[in-house]
């Protein structure tokens, strides 16, 4: 899932430069599985925000009902930033929580048993 995701966020950043409307359709589609997949994964983790925000990306970047904006400069810092939550999440890595055994020291208990007690000289002359 790595290398997808990087693959979308190239693919935002490579739509900054000039490039014929097949390209944007291209990137629509890349970007909104992306975002299906990511939206996806953040619910099952009930990461709520992250979901609403990739949603967010998802309608903005969809195929089927595509959102225009008509004007290049308002498209580009769309780009950057998509292209940059792209970047964030596949190379972030969330470090679990280290786990600390505490050092329990046994020691040994002595157990006696009857056969093991040392009789008297005085008892057993009775």
Sequence with gaps: MKQFLTICAIACFIAILRLPI???????????????????????????????????????????????????????????????LFLIISYYEKKEPVKEEKATEVMA??????RDRIVSAKKEIK
């Design 22 to 84: 097949a390209y944007y359709t291209f990137l629509r589609a890349i970007v909104s599985l992306g975002a299906i997949v990511l939206i996806y994964t953040f619910f099952k983790q009930k990461n709520y925000l992250l979901t609403v925000v990739f949603m967010v990306v998802l309608l903005l970047f969809n195929p089927i009902l595509p959102v225009y904006l008509h004007r290049k400069s308002i498209w580009i810092p769309l780009d950057v930033i998509t292209g940059l």
């Design 109 to 114: 208990v002595s157990k006696t048993y009857t």
